[in-house]
């Protein structure tokens, strides 16, 4: 059975942007884009919900062709272009996507219905509302939590409107020169 793993960058106090959806606090450099290529090269399917894909769409199919474009550009827009794509979405209409696929209800059942298929892992970046949809159903099997050293005091929670408790077990922790810390653990 493939695994479903949640990829999520974090201020210190659980905001994974700001109150205008600002992302600009995000540290990243070639470090930490070699190490999440080592995640990347793990899995063969992204799951979305419909305003990261968006976001993704608009600038990975294309971002390695640019003359100036970085060795993660390049890396990650050829992982993007091979890789299926599910979208959680109800609002999205399936016209002509690239080897994706939209789930719009049965998010369980076809969740499920994915995971059991052959392949590689299953990767869940970003997207705060669809995960909390997947955590509630129980669907999300690892997490990668990429804390950045910067407390921001308001914005978007990281785990807004999540039902219950989920027990976790750490399994990894990285900190990188950058300051940022990649924390991984497993659901129990």
Not at 56 to 74: I, R
Not at 133 to 140: D, Q, V, Y
Request: charged share 20%.
């Amino acid at each position: 059975m493939r695994n479903l793993i949640f990829f999520m960058h974090t201020s210190l106090d659980g905001y994974v942007a700001g109150l205008n959806g600002e992302m600009n606090w995000i540290k990243v450099d070639e470090e930490l884009f070699d190490f999440v290529g080592t995640i990347t090269e793990q899995s063969d399917t992204a799951l979305y919900g419909r305003v990261t894909y968006d976001m993704m769409q608009s600038y990975w199919p294309t971002a390695g062709d640019h003359p100036k474009a970085s060795k993660h550009d390049k890396e990650h827009s050829a992982w993007y272009n091979s890789v299926s794509k599910v979208v959680l979405s109800n609002t999205l209409q399936e016209t002509d996507l690239h080897n994706t696929i939209i789930i719009g209800d049965s998010l369980s059942a076809n969740i499920n219905k994915i995971k059991q298929q052959e392949g590689k892992n299953i990767l869940i970046f970003g997207s705060p509302s669809a995960s909390i949809s997947l955590l509630n159903e129980g669907l999300i099997d690892e997490f990668w939590l990429f804390v950045n050293p910067i407390i921001l005091g308001q914005g978007r929670l990281l785990f807004k409107n999540l039902i219950g408790t989920t027990k976790l077990k750490l399994v990894e922790s990285k900190t990188f020169a950058s300051g940022v810390m990649a924390i991984h653990y497993q659901k129990l």
